[in-house]
């Protein structure tokens, strides 16, 4: 059965020690699933009986084009306004409960490891409307249009529901579940999940412009980040800039799986905000 790491619920003991694994360097952080409590949620405005847990955001520098959160959301809470920010896109990715989505008049009861794609402009809300908290990943971009390229339709799945793909040469000891065609140049991200088998791993140190966010939602790794080696399990969040080299040993006695969000199929910005010639008059 595939299980899917959430935050725990309240604050550590007094009796916790201090020294753990949280870091943030220059070309990647890592947020462990112990420093995920309740005194580091938000509210926000227009959501009902929801928490917030923001691990990623746009950030100067470091990792630019995109936003995650994690929700709780409590029974009867949710928003029927979710989306503030016009030319928005999301993905919804559902690891515990059963919210209700729903997009245009259509209405959508998801369970874990639902997977819904939101394009901007998409008329949506999302409620709980069970007995039990429903927790999921909200991740957040902004969508650049490209000349000739309609925009993308909304969908929802499941990933029981879609078979993983052997990487190329490594008899299914790393896969990828994806969710959009990677041929499919209307999306300018993806978010999909990557499983290694025990033994499976990154052969190479990865290095480009894709930024990333990877939540491990089972298993433990050792994850090679820029020049460390860090171990990781289900329940971390580990948040990678453009061009931190990365790879990757699963050595736990089962799968290791994250969520993995990355920029894809748009050309670099020249002038404007985030680039640097000037904007054109």
């Given at each position: 059965?595939?299980?899917?790491a959430?935050p725990?619920?309240?604050?550590?003991?007094?009796?916790?020690?201090?020294?753990?694994r949280?870091?943030?360097?220059?070309a990647?952080?890592v947020?462990?699933?112990?420093?995920?409590?309740?005194?580091?949620t938000?509210?926000?405005p227009g959501?009902d009986?929801?928490?917030f847990?923001?691990?990623?955001?746009?950030?100067?520098?470091?990792s630019?084009?995109?936003?995650q959160?994690?929700?709780?959301?409590?029974?009867q809470?949710?928003?029927?306004y979710?989306e503030?920010?016009?030319g928005?896109e999301?993905?919804?990715?559902?690891?515990?409960?059963?919210p209700r989505?729903t997009?245009?008049d259509?209405?959508?009861?998801?369970?874990?490891?639902?997977?819904?794609?939101?394009?901007?402009g998409?008329?949506w809300?999302?409620?709980n409307?069970g007995?039990?908290p429903?927790k999921?990943h909200?991740i957040?971009k902004?969508?650049?249009p490209?000349p000739?390229?309609?925009?993308p339709?909304?969908?929802v799945?499941?990933?029981?529901?879609?078979?993983?793909?052997?990487m190329?040469?490594?008899?299914?000891a790393?896969?990828?579940?994806?969710?959009?065609?990677?041929?499919?140049?209307?999306?300018d991200?993806?978010?999909?999940i990557?499983t290694?088998?025990p033994?499976g791993l990154i052969?190479?140190e990865?290095t480009?412009v894709?930024?990333?966010?990877?939540?491990v939602l089972?298993?433990k790794?050792?994850?090679?980040?820029?020049?460390?080696?860090?171990?990781?399990?289900?329940?971390?969040?580990?948040?990678?800039?453009?061009y931190?080299?990365?790879?990757?040993?699963?050595?736990?006695?089962?799968?290791?799986r994250?969520?993995l969000?990355k920029?894809?199929?748009?050309?670099?910005?020249?002038?404007?905000?985030g680039?640097?010639g000037?904007a054109?008059?």
């Open positions: 059965m595939t299980s899917y959430v725990a619920d309240g604050l550590p003991p007094q009796t916790a020690l201090h020294t753990g949280a870091v943030f360097t220059e990647y952080a947020i462990p699933r112990g420093v995920m409590s309740d005194i580091v938000s509210l926000m959501w009986k929801t928490r847990w923001v691990i990623a955001r746009p950030l100067s520098g470091f630019e084009t995109f936003s959160y994690i929700l709780t959301i409590d029974p809470g949710g928003s029927d979710p503030p920010e016009s928005a999301g993905v919804l990715f559902v690891t515990e409960g059963r989505l997009i245009g259509q209405h959508h009861d998801l369970a874990p490891g639902g997977y819904a794609y939101l394009p901007p998409a008329k809300t999302l409620w409307p007995a039990a429903a999921l909200w957040r902004l969508y650049e490209a000739g390229l309609p925009l339709e909304a969908f799945t499941n990933e029981q529901h879609r078979s993983p793909a052997a190329p040469g490594t008899k299914g790393w896969a990828t579940t994806r969710f959009v065609d990677p041929f499919d140049l209307r999306h991200m993806h978010v999909n990557v290694f088998q033994g052969p190479f990865e480009h894709m930024e990333h966010g990877l939540y089972e298993g790794a050792v994850y090679r980040l820029n020049r460390d080696w860090v171990e990781v399990e289900a329940g971390d969040f580990m948040w990678l800039r453009a931190c080299p990365q790879a990757c040993y699963a050595g736990g006695p089962g799968p290791f994250y969520l969000y920029d894809v199929n748009r050309h670099a910005k020249l002038r404007g905000p680039a640097f000037p054109r008059g």
